[in-house]
């Protein structure tokens, strides 16, 4: 150990605490150390440049919830397939945070630089080129293992450059990063959508903004050197004898704080409390991944109204994290914050829960019920945040980020496991999303293939199917008649519904059904009331007589038998039969030539159009209202569809509700069993404890600078007191805190 620092005094510390960088010219860009801890101001921008890191990774990391429905929909998976792509992401990211214990001997800026760039580059030349699920699954998946370190790197530097008394307010920005990276991703899918049609072009927009991040962080993120870092800071009051310890710290001390980091870390205290959040913030990470998909399956809102829902929620969030963080500050507690917090995230939970099953809930229903949520995710998330990393210290500061991998990997595994429990649990996503919308389109009578007229029909029969049963029923018994009515056109069945009595009418419609000019049914007509009995009589009369007798009179035989056929047929006396025929005879052969050659034909198609005009006229309209589009092969196509998806639809539809509402509950399980673990973690309930261990730790401090600037007593033991490194024996022992100086609760 060092003893050249034994008579550094205070006044040896630069004022304001200039930083001063081990790196110079194009180094800096990689070596980012300071040796000094920095004033307010620069402290306040490394933060700052921190939390912007956070919100565009946790941008980038949950935008693929805010266009979920356009992924699946493009690339043809299903929601199982789409849950599993979250689960391997989840995954990568819980074994990147437990990696990310690194950064406690190998540092955060460059790593969450190099993060930052990588992620850029994935949205800018990854995402805008996939086709399929899978590949939409690989570079999910590189997101979140980027994502893991990140949660472990940017928490650490926060703590760094935060002392324990302004840690609330610190750690309140740094949750910004989470929630506000939902927040964007709400805004900016929200006012996009509707203008931007490939979901693809969202992560170009997210690639653009993740370079110019991470060139402000390439230029101007900073650390702090391990010497300060390794240290409790408990207010800005301790800067002076932070710098002056760390003045005697050498290679071996800070080796030996990082001596077995896992064993130090593997306590009930710190396990606990990271499970304890974990299971807590379920609701949370529901909330990211799924809240999109859950208000457009179960109440059919847009992706746009969807989406701002969350800025309702992201946004209130993100400033109850900001005044939580400050007021929890000042009143120096933590644990009253998180019950408060747990307590409201119950009851919201429970509202959310009551209002799942009410397909009719409005837009601001759910405003009123996400609002508070939010804050009371707020209340917890910034005071726990700060009394984990306290719990850490406690411990041993050396290791926060080891701390931190910890809990890393603790959400990330509860985040995998309840994502990958939510397809068994929730088992109608699939069917509303790939489905829902064609039937519903269909069913409304929107099918964007079909006009006005086919779209109704469609729509009556989605409401009533018994529509189609009934169409053929009568379609079978009026066969007849309707093969006549196809016969005629438009406007003939128009002009004898309105004059079924108009000759010149009658005409055509006898023309259009026999296939005979219009002048020769006239004809027709004509010789038929002329010559109605003459006519009648040569029906009675087979064709070879009534040749012979109609050419050859002289013909007594064949007269006789004509005679005799007219008698037998018609019922008369021989005289009235010989008179008849007379008769028949006084006709002129080509009348009687064109009646035999078309008279048939007419007559028959009299007989059709009378037997047509005998169909009820309410039965020929329901003929003519749905008959010929259900015709139709693109309406036939879309009943067929309809038929077989829409009752798995209609049926997930109903189920839907009570799934998710299950899936809620273990979200209230988790809220739960969060408020018992508080009790474990680093902290005072209440103020007035709170400050007075502020004042003993303050006496305490000034006790020890006044011994540092005293030549006589500054020697190497005073200089590196034991309990004032974290590479102490005391620091390194498994069971024994790393600090005497950290507040202890009482």
């Known amino acids: 150990m060092s003893t050249t620092a034994a008579s550094t005094s205070p006044q040896d510390v630069p004022p304001g605490g200039a930083a001063d960088e081990t790196g110079l010219g194009v180094s800096r860009l990689w070596r980012r150390e300071l040796a000094h801890y920095p004033a307010l101001g620069p402290r306040l921008a490394a933060l700052s440049i921190v939390v912007l890191t956070t919100i565009l990774f946790y941008y980038q990391y949950y935008l693929i919830s805010g ?18 792509i979250n689960v391997v992401s989840a995954l990568a990211s819980a074994l990147a945070s437990l990696a990310g214990g690194v950064c406690d001997r190998y540092g955060r800026a460059n790593i969450v630089t190099v993060g930052v760039l990588l992620c850029a580059l994935i949205c800018l030349f ?11 699954g690989i570079l999910y998946s590189l997101l979140g293992a980027i994502e893991g370190t990140v949660l472990v790197a940017t928490p650490a530097l926060i703590r760094d450059f935060s002392p324990q008394v302004g840690r609330a307010s610190a750690m309140g920005f740094w949750t910004i990063g989470p929630v506000a990276g939902s927040l964007v991703v709400s805004v900016v899918v929200s006012n996009t959508a509707d203008h931007l049609t490939d979901w693809r072009d969202q992560y170009v927009i997210a690639g653009f903004a993740g370079l110019g991040v991470f060139i402000i962080a390439l230029l101007f993120l900073r650390e702090l050197s391990p010497r300060l870092r390794d240290q409790v800071m408990v207010s800005e009051h301790d800067r002076a004898l932070v710098e002056a310890r760390a003045r005697g710290l050498d290679a071996a001390d800070l080796e030996a704080a990082l001596r077995r980091p896992w064993r130090q870390m593997l306590h009930l205290d710190i396990l606990g409390s990271a499970l304890a959040i974990s299971l807590f913030l379920f609701i949370y990470f529901v909330a990211v991944g799924f809240f999109p998909i859950f208000f457009q399956t179960l109440f059919g809102f847009s992706t746009s109204q969807a989406n701002a829902l969350g800025n309702w929620m992201w946004g209130c969030e993100a400033a109850a994290l900001i005044l939580i963080g400050w007021v929890s500050d000042r009143l120096r507690v933590r644990k009253p914050f998180m019950v408060v917090g747990a307590v409201g995230a119950v009851i919201c939970t429970l509202l959310l829960i009551g209002r799942t099953s009410h397909a009719d809930t409005g837009y601001y229903t759910f405003v009123g019920i996400l609002v508070p949520l939010a804050i009371s995710l707020g209340l917890a998330f910034a005071p726990w945040m700060a009394s984990f990393t306290e719990t850490v210290e406690r411990r041993n500061p050396a290791l926060t980020a080891t701390g931190l991998a910890l809990w890393g990997l603790t959400i990330r595994a509860v985040v995998t496991i309840s994502t990958f429990l939510l397809p068994y649990i929730v088992t109608t996503v699939t069917p509303l999303v790939q489905d829902g919308p064609t039937v519903q389109a269909a069913a409304s009578g929107q099918d964007p293939t079909l006009d006005a007229t086919q779209n109704a029909v469609v729509k009556a029969v989605a409401a009533d199917p018994a529509i189609v049963d009934k169409v053929q029923a009568l379609a079978a018994k009026y066969d007849k008649q309707l093969a006549t009515a196809a016969k005629l056109t438009p406007a003939t069945q128009s002009a004898l519904s309105k004059d079924p009595a108009n000759t010149a009418t009658q005409a055509a419609a006898l023309s259009e059904i026999s296939g005979k000019p219009v002048a020769d049914v006239a004809r027709v007509i004509d010789l038929s009331g002329r010559y109605g009995a003459e006519l009648a009589t040569a029906e009675t009369i087979d064709d070879q007589t009534i040749v012979t007798v109609l050419t050859n009179p002289a013909d007594t035989a064949a007269t006789a038998k004509a005679e005799g056929e007219i008698a037998a047929k018609l019922g008369l006396t021989p005289e009235v039969a010989h008179t008849r025929l007379t008769d028949l005879r006084a006709v002129p052969l080509p009348d009687l030539l064109f009646m035999d050659a078309n008279g048939a034909a007419v007559q028959q198609a009299a007989d059709q159009l009378t037997a047509l005009a005998a169909v009820p006229g309410a039965d020929l309209d329901y003929l003519d209202k749905y008959g010929t589009s259900l015709q139709n092969p693109k309406v036939q196509a879309v009943l067929m569809y309809l038929d077989k998806n829409g009752a798995k639809v209609q049926k997930a539809a109903a189920d839907s509700p009570g799934q998710w509402q299950t899936y809620f509950w273990i979200a209230v399980a988790g809220e739960l069993v969060f408020i018992p673990l508080i009790f474990l973690m680093a902290g005072p309930w209440r103020p007035s404890t709170a400050r ?3 004042r003993e730790h303050q ?48």
Do not use: C, H, K, Y
């Open 67 to 84: 266009v979920s429905e356009q992924v699946l929909t493009s690339t043809g998976i299903s929601f199982l397939f789409f849950v599993n």
């Open 126 to 136: 990854g995402f805008p080129n996939v086709e399929s699920g899978w590949s939409v």
């Open 692 to 694: 007075r261990q502020e």
């Open 699 to 746: 006496a305490m401090v000034d006790a020890e600078l006044a011994r540092l600037s005293t030549p006589t007593t500054a020697s190497a033991d005073t200089a590196t007191s034991p309990d004032a490194v974290a590479g102490s024996d005391a620091a390194t022992s498994p069971d024994t805190p790393a600090t005497v100086e950290t507040p202890v609760e009482p």
